[in-house]
Nanobody, 122 residues
């Protein structure tokens, strides 16, 4: 099996910074794209940022210039550095990964973490 475990969420003041991380573990053959999504109360889950296996990055317009996604390929870990945080960034942030796992055969799947709460408030 494969697990994604997020960490690093918390409470931060407007204008502050926070870095969250997500580590993938299990019978992993290869990880393709990894990314972050978020869901605020009463709203649909939305894309925040993704990073491909080649390092190509993609950001939602609302976070461009403020958030940076990065990846440690050796540790199967993805990070999201969030700067200049705003109250509207408050949400549960979910890690997502496209993973090929070993299970006798090689099986491709889309995996999600359990989510980590980020609250931006004074």
């Amino acid at each position: 099996q494969v697990q994604l475990v997020e960490s690093g969420g918390g409470l931060v003041q407007p204008g502050g910074s926070l870095t969250i991380s997500c580590a993938a573990s299990g019978s992993i053959f290869r990880i393709n794209a990894m990314g972050w999504y978020r869901q605020a109360p009463g709203k649909q889950r939305e894309l925040v940022a993704t990073i491909g296996s080649d390092g190509e990055r993609n950001y939602a317009d609302s976070v461009k210039g403020r958030f940076t996604i990065s990846r440690d390929y050796a540790k199967n870990t993805v990070y999201l550095q969030m700067n200049s945080l705003k109250p509207e960034d408050t949400a549960v942030y979910y890690c997502n990964a496209d993973i090929i796992r070993r299970s006798g055969l090689l099986l491709s799947g889309d995996y999600w973490g359990q989510g980590t709460q980020v609250t931006v408030s004074s």
